[in-house]
């Protein structure tokens, strides 16, 4: 059966520190990972992964997926409360998206 | 341009009614994809679908539930005879070549009570 695993389940830190939130998978068929932010709406797009071992960033945020390990990181450097947010990593098999069950991100002043 | 819009954003149902959720795709979008999330639980696929074409049901309900993208109009979602297990937040996302990388809506909070 496919499965995504994101760890930590949920995280707690401070203002300015780095984190590193992870997501590995067993998934058939595999054509790309996703990392989405959701905070209480729609999950926002963070990045989409396809080939190993290029990191792709966005401001304080940068990931990196390793295929034959299989599995990605996502780092956020310099964290503000802004962050705070559930960070979901999705698979895409075929036509659907197969996500984790997400990473609670909390980020106090 | 406006994002994916899905209305009601909430909705309350009593045990037995029918549900009916609304998605508009972003403006050139024809892929259309419905998902679930369950208190505590990642988002679960239900159905992808084209306009007046339903592509890959495989993650809905064998009973009860049914989804349509018409030629005109918006997508919906459609529950009947809800129960409480169908509480949840529903989420559509639209995409212009049906790859992954989709627009997620709000979503519409169901609270079957």
């Known amino acids: 059966e496919d499965k995504v695993v994101q760890s930590p389940l949920s995280l707690v830190v401070h203002e300015g520190d780095t984190v590193t939130l992870n997501c590995s998978y067993e998934?058939?068929?595999?054509?790309?990972l996703l990392w989405y932010k959701q905070e209480k709406k729609a999950p926002t797009f963070l990045f989409m992964l396809t080939s190993s071992g290029i990191e792709k960033k966005s401001g304080r945020l940068s990931s990196i997926l390793d295929k034959k390990e299989l599995f990605s990181i996502l780092n956020i450097t310099a964290t503000q409360t802004g962050d705070s947010a559930v960070y979901l990593c999705a698979v895409e098999k075929g036509d659907k998206l197969i996500f984790g069950t997400g990473t609670r991100l909390q980020v106090f002043p | 341009n406006a994002g994916v819009m899905q209305n009601p954003r909430h909705l309350v149902r009593r045990r037995g009614q029918e549900a009916r959720l609304r998605c508009s795709p972003m403006?050139?979008?024809?892929?259309v994809y419905w998902y679930r999330q369950l208190p505590e639980e990642g988002l679960k696929f239900m159905v992808y679908l084209q306009k007046e074409n339903i592509i890959d049901e495989s993650g809905m309900p064998k009973e009860r539930f049914s989804a349509e993208f018409p030629k005109e109009g918006p997508s919906i979602l459609r529950i009947q005879q809800v129960v409480r297990g169908d509480s949840a937040a529903y989420f559509c996302?639209?995409?212009?070549?049906?790859?992954?990388?989709?627009?997620f809506g709000q979503g519409t909070r169901l609270t079957v009570v």
């Open positions: 403006k050139g979008h024809s892929h």
């Open positions: 998934v058939t068929n595999f054509r790309s």
């Open positions: 996302a639209s995409s212009p070549q049906g790859r992954a990388e989709a627009f």
